[in-house]
Structure formats: structure tokens, C-alpha cells
């Protein structure tokens, strides 16, 4: 089984600032997938991945697939309160599946101060 | 369009009882996902079903722990003889199709054995 590590585990910001977090696998994802989770709510996806060297914008969230596809990070530009959350990548048709079983990483749990 | 149910969405049960979560997945979705979420482990897979089929099971406790999805009605995961260690965030996750494709979650349950 893939494993995914995300770092830092832990991420406590003030408003305005930008950060990034970064997951990262000793093997090739087949395709990544990034979620936020807030308290008490499931996950939601926020993007999809899946060519080598992707770059993808969602807003102020920019999100990026390594070139050999083993590494993936999410960067956030002046951060603000809303963005508080977990932070989770995922690798979709984990095990070389071919349905959409997900394999998640420890998460990033982020704190934005006002 | 609801999204995904699940209820209840907190459940108390002494060790020893039943558990019974239920998961109504988005309408037209045919394909749940049950994952557990623990503080220490992120969140696992438990489950993939298809409308009265089990797909891949390979994340479920081999005892006390059973889901089905019938042919009408919400999936169901079923814990018996609940212990301490089965406290956890469950959630579900429904998609249109089995291949890969975005699934989306509900808010989850919380079941806190006392």
C-alpha cells in the first residue's frame, strides 16, 4: 500500500501570509487529489491532478504535480481565516484500482489568525 | 440536488451494543465509499459497494464489522458488540460511476462508544 506523507503536520499563520504544504510518495501516484476538511464536516475536493508537472489555479490556491509524478503541493497566497482547515491529499484508484478508492495522507491542519 | 446523508450524525453507544450508520448517496450515484476517520490514523477506506454487491472489502475489521447497500434504501454499516476502539468519525462517499471520478462525501457520523 502507497503510503503518503504530508508536511508540516501543523500550520498556525496570520491573515495576509502565504504557506505551502507538501505531500509527497515513494511511488508514482496515479492521480492526486487534494481535499479540505473542517470541523465536523466531511472533505471536499478541491482539485484533481494527474499529468506530471501540472500546475492547476483555484483562486488564491495554487496547486502543483511533480514531474515524475511523486510529489504534489498546495500553495496558498494571503492566507485568511476561511482557509482554516485540514488539509488532505489523496490518491484516487489507490492500489492500482480501478475504481475510485482513495488513500489519504495525515493531513495538514492549518490555523489562519485574524 | 442533496448531497450525501448520513445519519445520525452523532451516535452514543455503550460497549456492547449495535451500531447502525446509514448513508443515502446523491441521487443517481450508485457507488458508496464508508471510510473511518480516528484522530491518530487520518482517514482509512473500509468499503466499496455497488447496489447489492460488495466490491472491495479489503479495509474492513474482519469481525463485528459488516455494510451492505440493498436495492433500495441507504447503505448501511453495521458494528456489533461495539468497543471503545470503534469511536470515530465514519463517513461516506458516493459517485455516479466506479471508475475514476469524483466522489463526494457526506458529513459523516461521530460514534463515541461509552
Known amino acids: 500500500t502507497q503510503l503518503l506523507e504530508q508536511s508540516p503536520q501543523f500550520l498556525s499563520i496570520q491573515e495576509g501570509e502565504n504557506l505551502t504544504v507538501y505531500c509527497n510518495s515513494s511511488s508514482v501516484f496515479s492521480s492526486l487529489q487534494w481535499y479540505r476538511q473542517e470541523p465536523g464536516e466531511g472533505p471536499v475536493l478541491l482539485v484533481t491532478v494527474v499529468t506530471g508537472g501540472e500546475v492547476k489555479k483555484l483562486k488564491r490556491l495554487t496547486f502543483q504535480f511533480g514531474d515524475a509524478r511523486k510529489d504534489s503541493s498546495l500553495h496558498i497566497t494571503a492566507a485568511q481565516p476561511g482557509d482554516t482547515g485540514l488539509y488532505l491529499c489523496a490518491e484516487a484508484n489507490a492500489g492500482g484500482t480501478s475504481y475510485g478508492k482513495l488513500t489519504f495522507g495525515q493531513g495538514t491542519i492549518l490555523t489562519v489568525h485574524p | 440536488n442533496a448531497g450525501v446523508m448520513q445519519n445520525p450524525r452523532h451516535l452514543v453507544r455503550r460497549r456492547g451494543q449495535e451500531a447502525r450508520l446509514r448513508c443515502s448517496p446523491m441521487?443517481?450515484?450508485?457507488?458508496v465509499y464508508w471510510y473511518r476517520q480516528l484522530p491518530e490514523e487520518g482517514l482509512k477506506f473500509m468499503v466499496y459497494?455497488?447496489?447489492?454487491?460488495?466490491?472491495?472489502e479489503s479495509g474492513m475489521p474482519k469481525e463485528r464489522f459488516s455494510a451492505e447497500f440493498p436495492k433500495e434504501g441507504p447503505s448501511i454499516l453495521r458494528i456489533q458488540q461495539v468497543v471503545r476502539g470503534d469511536s470515530a468519525a465514519y463517513f461516506c462517499?458516493?459517485?455516479?460511476?466506479?471508475?475514476?471520478?469524483?466522489?463526494?462525501f457526506g458529513q459523516g457520523t461521530r460514534l463515541t462508544v461509552v
Open positions: 459497494l455497488q447496489k447489492e454487491n460488495i466490491i472491495d
Open positions: 441521487k443517481g450515484h450508485s457507488h
Open positions: 462517499a458516493s459517485s455516479p460511476t466506479g471508475g475514476y471520478t469524483e466522489a463526494f
